[in-house]
């Protein structure tokens, strides 16, 4: 059974960081493109981010670009979001998800929220 | 980017009745490998989104046969031949043909 899951959420002020991590099971991690969807309080679906399956290609949405990185670690068969001069905006619920024009699995979530 | 228009947003539905919801694309969704990377999602109350269909009418494994996809290059549809309570949620279609990956913004399923 495939499970993902998120981790690495929280409080943080505007203009800090935090790292999300994503830890997967039950499939060939390796093997699969990863991505990164958010969904803000009570909104819809926006895709953030993917990386290749074997790396080094990453994508970013235009929104976060220049401040996220992905990366992956194959030999711990975990996904990961640093999050840089986070912004209010930033706030949502984060999913790890496997596959990248076909996503596929997501994780149950991790909460972010950007405040003072 | 590519702008996915879901309608209705909201869809009120009898037990027992079908119900149908367009997505359409702003752009061809057909990639240069021939295929069509267009995926609906369903996510119940407090859940996280759940794949039922990928390209645009691969129905995933485990999900109920009366969901349906179908389409073609800007133009889909999922169909739910007859509502049943589980059913009540948000579904979300998603392409993933062009950068960046894009979603509809969603449609309420509901029960009358």
């Known amino acids: 059974e495939v499970q993902l899951l998120e981790s690495g959420g929280g409080l943080v002020q505007p203009g800090g960081s935090l790292r999300l991590s994503c830890a997967a099971s039950?499939?060939?991690?390796?093997?699969?493109?990863m991505s990164w969807v958010r969904q803000a309080p009570g909104q819809g679906l926006e895709w953030v981010s993917s990386?290749?399956?074997?790396?080094?290609?990453?994508f970013y949405s235009d929104s976060v670009k220049g401040r996220f990185t992905v990366s992956r670690d194959n030999s711990k068969n975990t996904l990961y979001l640093q999050m840089t001069s986070l912004r209010p905006e930033d706030t949502a619920v984060y999913y790890c998800?496997?596959?990248?024009?076909?996503?596929?699995?997501w994780g149950q979530g991790t909460l972010v929220t950007v405040s003072s | 980017d590519v702008v996915m228009t879901q309608s209705p947003l909201s869809l009120p539905v009898t037990l027992g009745q079908p119900a149908s919801i367009s997505c359409r694309s702003s752009q061809s969704l057909v990639y240069s490998d021939g295929n069509t990377y267009l995926n609906w999602f369903q996510q119940r109350p407090g859940q996280s989104p759940r794949r039922l269909i990928s390209?645009?009418?691969n129905r995933d494994s485990g999900v109920p046969d009366r969901f349906s996809g179908s389409g073609s290059g800007t133009d889909f549809t999922l169909k739910i031949s007859r509502v049943e309570a589980e059913d009540v949620g948000l579904y979300y279609c998603m392409q993933g043909t062009h950068w960046p990956l894009t979603f509809g913004g969603g449609t309420r399923v509901e029960i009358k």
């Open positions: 990386i290749r399956g074997g790396g080094p290609e990453t």
């Open positions: 039950g499939f060939t991690f390796s093997n699969f493109d």
């Open positions: 998800a496997s596959g990248l024009r076909q996503i596929h699995h």
């Open positions: 390209q645009v009418s």
